[in-house]
């Protein structure tokens, strides 16, 4: 009766129609919905609702107190709260297992997995016959955060997500030639969306395209210590807007704040939640510094782009991808990053160019429809 019913299911939700009606999918591996927290999360935040949209019953796993009480949370959305360890090195291991174990116990017609170290659980949904697409993210074993043993425990979830995942997502096509040479498997490409906002206030205190902004998440492959050393030069003459915390606190939280205590031309917002006073701050923003070193396709640079942002980025086949040539490239140290952001800050035509190439840029390959839309056409296919 139940593979039946299944069955029947299905038959609703023919790739023909376009539509999952009567279709189920778990979303494994983030901090929950709503959640602000950080790319998975952003993207779920859209994605989510679309996939209600389109006809599909959505169960969101999350971590209570990473999830927001904001009113205006999509009530079609189930958020499923799962035991784990609140831990730097075991957070997304524990969630991850205890939410991959709660999905496979209620069969969805497919699930969708974000992050390689839950490729350790994969063979729970398959022994359940429950299709999964993953996304693999960046190339966690190489991020300078992560100790040995962390980098390890990624790369085998690597290899377990290549042995079980019914499909993979790279959110750049770099990472895809990476997943193909190492580990001999293919997928589809879906990178992150960004929207262009309408005309917002801008920050109390600053100047329209009048400041140097940097978001991003204070760890080292970000390029957080040079960039904080390029901010001293800088800062002598224009504000510095760094927006982004480590989550954990720590060494780098500390040289922030040690920063703005010395210096008055630097604010240090902290993790942000509020869409609208990011969305301005890139909107405004004479200069957004991008020092991203590893990953694919990142969320806030996208949406950066999307916000008409003039963007001075680390030179590296990621930002290339995502730029386009619509940026300024830059090596990795405080005396390029700084000659970069002082003469785009004194050169108002170059930022109109660079902000004029980088909403085009944004508004061609990567809008939030294109990407919700892609996920949903690989996600009915599997189910189906």
């Not at 958020?79 to 997304?92: A, F, P, V």
């Not at 291991?93 to 496979?104: F, K, N, Q």
């Not at 806030?300 to 300024?328: I, S």
Request: one cysteine or more; a positive charge.
């Amino acid at each position: 009766m139940g593979n039946q019913t299944r069955n029947e299911r299905a038959n609703k939700g023919r790739p023909h129609s376009g539509r999952a009606d009567g279709l189920s999918v778990s979303i494994i591996g983030t901090r929950g919905y709503p959640s602000f927290y950080g790319g998975f999360e952003t993207a779920v935040r859209h994605l989510a609702p679309y996939l209600a949209d389109m006809g599909w019953g959505v169960t969101v796993y999350g971590r209570g107190e990473a999830i927001s009480s904001q009113s205006d949370a999509d009530k079609r959305i189930k958020s499923q709260i799962t035991w784990g360890l609140e831990r730097k090195s075991l957070s997304t291991l524990s969630y991850g297992a205890t939410a991959t174990l709660h999905s496979a116990l209620r069969k969805p017609d497919v699930a969708l997995v974000m992050n390689v170290a839950n490729g350790f659980f994969l063979p729970a949904l398959k022994l359940r016959k429950i299709p999964s697409l993953v996304n693999v993210d960046g190339i966690e074993w190489d991020r300078d955060k992560w100790g040995r043993l962390a980098k390890a425990t990624f790369h085998q979830g690597a290899k377990s997500t290549a042995k079980y995942a019914t499909n993979l997502v790279f959110d750049a096509n770099a990472i895809g030639d990476r997943w193909r040479d190492e580990f001999g498997r293919d997928g589809v490409f879906i990178p992150y969306g960004g929207n262009a906002p309408n005309e917002l206030p801008i920050e109390p205190g600053l100047k329209h395209r009048g400041y140097v902004l940097m978001v991003a998440r204070l760890v080292p492959e970000n390029s957080v210590d040079v960039f904080l050393k390029a901010a001293e030069d800088v800062s002598r003459d224009y504000p510095v807007v760094i927006v982004g915390s480590s989550g954990y606190g720590g060494t780098m939280d500390d040289k922030v704040a040690d920063l703005q205590r010395r210096n008055q031309n630097v604010t240090w917002l902290g993790h942000v939640s509020d869409d609208s006073r990011l969305l301005s701050l890139w909107q405004h923003a004479g200069a957004y510094f991008h020092g991203h070193s590893v990953g694919g396709t990142n969320p806030a640079l996208v949406q950066a782009m999307a916000c008409g942002a003039p963007v001075v980025a680390r030179d590296t086949v990621y930002n290339r991808e995502v730029l386009g040539g619509a940026g300024v490239l830059v090596q990795p140290d405080a005396a390029s990053i700084s000659n970069s952001l002082r003469l785009l800050l004194g050169d108002s035509k170059e930022q109109d160019r660079l902000s004029a190439a980088v909403i085009a840029r944004a508004s061609l390959d990567y809008t939030w429809e294109k990407v919700c839309h892609a996920y949903h056409s690989e996600l009915l296919r599997l189910a189906t």
